[in-house]
């Protein structure tokens, strides 16, 4: 009956009867434990603060009685004075503790106990400030036999009342544990009905749904088995609508495909066999003819490699030349500088020359006016002589009274004598000052000229270096023309170099093509018997 459903429909069937079971496993026990979460919530928040301040209570209780003995009892004023104090304190928390326990106990039987404790401590309260008055009052004994009397009993009955209801909190918390625990077992048999419910009805849908599984996949394992053996001719149906039934048919129609594949390639398999030889025959051709060309390409790329070298030397060369040109070129350039300064030293030279010709003549020149200056000289110098030797002459005609003037006259005479040789002498110096100067104009003139030829010589030096700086400036735009176009060709020779690199390791890897594809011939031959036999290995 499942096999008439769908496998996803039957899963989702199945699924949702578990998630519903599930479900209601859940419910029953969120239902159950509401009540025992509603119990615990019970003690945590009223009973045990109840129970708590029930405690409290009976604990300030008891300290206001302590306290009361201390008041009663006190040394001094300033001490029943404290004690006052801490009583009224004490009284205070107590009524505190007493307010916060009266919302606990809303319920009759809880305010009816809380009730009790209320009226016997008012009962006591009345008595407690007799007492208290009577202790203000100095009467001591009288409040003394009062407590005992009365206030004591009024304590008794207060601290009853508070026990009461600390049994009553106790009882009711106990009640609501049994009933928590109560609802934790029934929730727990509850469950486990469910639970058992909820195997039984997995276990029976889980078989079902198993069965409309297997079944059709052990007849599928079994149709596959058989086709993998290579029984192509039996027949197989399946006429259930769901997927198995599906999946069977299937495979039924892969088997006719099948069947009619195999024929073919048994059909096809003898004719790549033939092929496959026909083809080893031309790849072996193929193979020698590449093997040829490799060898003739590996001598191209050795020849074009032995070039690339004799060109990238050209070019090195090459460069090596302008580089050598470019510094000829630079020295040319320095020498042709040092010309142009030796040319402008020398037209300076070739003027000072000139100029000291020039100054050598005004002195010659003035040399002669010093030599008429001398002729006057020299001739004052006779004329004094003269002049010296008439008075000398006269003197003595004078005798004894023209001595003296004899003398000056003398003197005289000897000084005019000294001029002259003085003269003279500066005659003789002047002419050979004139001599050497003579001399000087006569070797300045031939400086003057040999600087003239040495300018000359040193402007067709500049022009020679300009030339050859100009030849040399040629050569090394040669020189990079030439390193530019054998850079150029070494370019191009490598290129061609890596093309027949390329190619040959083309050709090399065709011919590895080649051999790999004969190799694939005989390869494929013997698998297209292989596949014939493989084939024959089906009973179509």
Same mark, same amino acid.
């Given at each position: 009956m499942l096999r008439?459903?769908?496998?996803g429909k039957r899963l989702a069937v199945v699924f949702t009867l578990m998630v519903s079971l599930t479900i209601i496993v859940g419910a029953?026990?969120?239902? #159950?434990f509401a009540e025992t979460e509603t119990n615990i919530h019970n003690i945590a928040d009223r009973r045990l603060p109840a129970s708590l301040l029930a405690g409290d209570m009976n604990r300030e209780f008891l300290l206001v009685r302590l306290y009361t003995l201390n008041v009663m009892y006190a040394n001094s004023d300033a001490d029943r004075q404290s004690a006052q104090t801490t009583l009224q304190n004490a009284m205070r928390s107590y009524q505190q503790a007493s307010d916060s326990a009266a919302a606990f106990h809303k319920t009759a039987a809880g305010s009816a106990v809380? %009730?009790?404790? &209320?009226?016997?401590?008012?009962?006591? +309260? $009345?008595?407690?400030q007799q007492l208290l008055a009577l202790i203000n009052q100095g009467q001591l004994e009288q409040a003394e036999q009062f407590r005992h009397q009365g206030l004591n009993d009024a304590a008794r009955k207060v601290t009853d009342a508070l026990m009461a209801v600390s049994h009553y909190q106790q009882t009711t918390a106990n009640q609501q544990a049994e009933s928590a625990k109560h609802s934790i077992g029934l929730a727990f048999m509850n469950m486990i009905v469910v639970v058992v419910i909820a195997v039984i009805v997995a276990l029976v849908l889980g078989l079902m749904l198993s069965r409309s599984l297997v079944r059709p996949m052990q007849a599928a394992v079994s149709i596959s088995q058989k086709i993998a053996a290579g029984e192509l001719n039996q027949v197989f149906h399946d006429d259930e609508?769901?997927?198995? =039934?599906?999946?069977? @048919?299937?495979?039924? $129609?892969? $088997? $006719?495909?099948?069947? *009619?594949?195999?024929?073919?390639?048994?059909?096809? %398999?003898s004719q790549l066999a033939a092929t496959s030889e026909e083809l080893s025959v031309v790849t072996e051709q193929s193979s020698r003819t590449l093997h040829q060309q490799s060898e003739e390409l590996e001598q191209g790329a050795t020849a074009v490699t032995e070039l690339t070298t004799a060109i990238e030397e050209v070019a090195r060369s090459a460069a090596s030349t302008s580089r050598d040109s470019e510094i000829a070129n630079d020295k040319a350039r320095q020498g042709q500088e040092r010309v142009n300064h030796t040319i402008h030293t020398i037209q300076a030279l070739d003027g000072e020359l000139q100029s000291s010709r020039h100054g050598i003549e005004?002195?010659? +020149?003035?040399?002669? +006016?010093? =030599? %008429?200056?001398?002729g006057v000289i020299r001739a004052i110098a006779e004329? *004094?002589?003269?002049?010296?030797?008439?008075?000398?002459?006269?003197?003595? @005609?004078?005798g004894? %009274? =023209? #001595? =003296?003037?004899? &003398?000056?006259?003398?003197?005289v005479r000897a000084l005019a004598h000294r001029t002259q040789e003085s003269t003279k002498e500066i005659e003789r110096m002047m002419h050979a000052v004139q001599a050497e100067t003579h001399n000087t104009v006569e070797s300045m003139n031939s400086c003057s000229g040999k600087a003239t030829e040495t300018l000359q010589i040193a402007q067709q030096a500049g022009e020679a270096l300009q030339l050859i700086a100009e030849a040399i400036g040629q050569i090394s735009d040669q020189n990079l023309t030439i390193a530019s176009a054998a850079e150029?060709?070494? *370019? &191009?020779?490598?290129e061609v170099d890596r093309n027949l690199v390329n190619i040959r390791d083309l050709s090399v890897q065709t011919s590895a093509g080649a051999n790999e594809t004969q190799a694939s011939s005989a390869e494929l031959a013997r698998l297209a018997q292989t596949l014939s036999e493989l084939v024959n290995h089906f009973r179509v």
């Open positions: 008439k459903i769908k496998i029953v026990a969120k239902y #159950r809380f %009730s009790q404790v &209320v009226t016997a401590k008012q009962q006591y +309260d $009345q008595l407690h609508p769901d997927e198995a =039934g599906e999946m069977i @048919r299937a495979m039924a $129609q892969m $088997q $006719q495909q099948l069947k *009619t594949t195999v024929h073919e390639i048994n059909q096809s %398999s005004k002195l010659a +020149d003035r040399v002669k +006016d010093i =030599g %008429s200056v001398l004329q *004094t002589n003269l002049l010296a030797l008439n008075a000398a002459i006269e003197a003595a @005609r004078a004894d %009274s =023209g #001595r =003296g003037f004899a &003398v000056v006259a003398d003197e150029e060709q070494a *370019t &191009v020779a490598r």
